[in-house]
C-alpha cells in the first residue's frame, strides 16, 4: 500500500509538472504519448492520462501487442496502455528519408521528426527535435539505439579529441585529459599503432552492440551508425535515455529549455563524460606504465 500511494504522487506530480510548463512556456498543442519503444522503463503507465491522449507508437507494434495481456498471456505490455484511445502507429510508408532513417514530419512543419530505428526492440523510433532555426540546431533523441557513450563514439566523424576538456578523469588527470590514455583499453587496439586520427581506435566505438540486448543486431547495429553519424555534426546534440552522465550537463523541464543547448556547450561538456566509466582500467595501464 505505501508503495503504491509513492507511485500515485509521482504520477501526480509528473501531470502537475507537465501542465505547469506547458503553461509556463505557452505550450498548447494536442498532447499526446510518444513511445520511443514499448519496454517498461520507456512506456511508463499511460492509463493515468485522459483518454483523449494518443498513443503514438512504431512499425509492428499491433501485430504484436494487440490484443496485449490479459487477453494475450504473457504479452510485455498491457492493453490498459491503450484502451479507450487512439492507438497511432507510425508507418513510415513515404519519401522522406533523413540521414538514411525513414522520417516522419510529425507536425508536418519540419520541427520535430520521429526516425524509424528497428533493432533495439519492435517499433524502436528515435526523435530528431529542431531547437533553433537560425542558425539551424537539433536534438536527436536515440532512445534505446545505443546504452552507452562508447557503443557510437568515437568515430570517423567526431574521433576521440587529442586533448579532452572538461576531463572525464577529474580525480586522475582534474583539468585535462590526453585522448591517448584510453587508445590501449580500445578493443581494436593493436600496440604497433600510431595514435592518429586515421587509426582505428580513435575513430570506432568502444564497443559493439550485443546480441543480448537487440531484438534485432544487425538492424541495431546499422541503426547506430546512421546515429553515430549525426553525433559527428555540430549543429546536432544527441542524447540516449541511459546517459546518466548528461544528468548534470542539461537543464530540466520545466525550468529551462534545450532550445540554447549549442549556446550553452552541452555538446562539449557531455560528449566524452562517459570516458569516466574507464578510470579504473585507465589506472591500471598508468600503474604499468611507470612499474
Given amino acids: 500500500m505505501k508503495s503504491f500511494r509513492c507511485l500515485s504522487a509521482m504520477v501526480f506530480f509528473f501531470h502537475m509538472i507537465l501542465i505547469w510548463g506547458m503553461l509556463r512556456y505557452e505550450v498548447f498543442a494536442e498532447m499526446c ?5 514499448y519496454h ?3 512506456s511508463g503507465d499511460p492509463s493515468t492520462f485522459p483518454p483523449s491522449t494518443a498513443l503514438v ?3 509492428g507494434f499491433k501485430d504484436a501487442f494487440v490484443p496485449a495481456y490479459p487477453t494475450k498471456p504473457g504479452c ?3 492493453e490498459s496502455d491503450y484502451a479507450g484511445r487512439e492507438l497511432r502507429e507510425i508507418e513510415f510508408d513515404g519519401d522522406l528519408t533523413i540521414g538514411g532513417f525513414k522520417a516522419f514530419d510529425y507536425f508536418g512543419d519540419g520541427s520535430f521528426y520521429l526516425l524509424d530505428s528497428p533493432g533495439h526492440a519492435i517499433g524502436h523510433m528515435c526523435g530528431l527535435a529542431r531547437t533553433t532555426s537560425n542558425p539551424p540546431t537539433f536534438i536527436f533523441l ?4 545505443a546504452h552507452h557513450g562508447g557503443e557510437f563514439r568515437p568515430s570517423p566523424t567526431l574521433p576521440l579529441p587529442s586533448v ?4 572525464p578523469l577529474p580525480r586522475l588527470h582534474p583539468t585535462v585529459c590526453p585522448g591517448s590514455l584510453f587508445i590501449p583499453i580500445h578493443r581494436l587496439y593493436e600496440p604497433s599503432a600510431r595514435a592518429t586520427a586515421t587509426d582505428v581506435p580513435t575513430s570506432q566505438p568502444f564497443f559493439e552492440t550485443s546480441a543480448t540486448g537487440a531484438h534485432d543486431v544487425e538492424q541495431c547495429q546499422d541503426s547506430v551508425r546512421k546515429m553515430s553519424a549525426f553525433d559527428g555534426r555540430d549543429d546536432v546534440l544527441v542524447i540516449i535515455a ?3 552522465h548528461m544528468l548534470d550537463v542539461v537543464t530540466f523541464f520545466p525550468h529551462g529549455t534545450a532550445n540554447a543547448w549549442k549556446a550553452e556547450g552541452w555538446k562539449e561538456k557531455g560528449a566524452w563524460k562517459f570516458l569516466g566509466d574507464f578510470e579504473e582500467a585507465v589506472k591500471e595501464r598508468e600503474e604499468v606504465g611507470r612499474g
Fill in 242 to 244: 541511459h546517459d546518466a
Fill in 164 to 167: 579532452i576538456s572538461p576531463s
Fill in 57 to 59: 507508437v512504431g512499425p
Fill in 142 to 145: 536515440g532512445g534505446d539505439c
Fill in 76 to 78: 510485455a505490455i498491457h
Fill in 40 to 42: 517498461w522503463d520507456h
Fill in 33 to 37: 504519448i510518444l513511445y520511443s519503444h
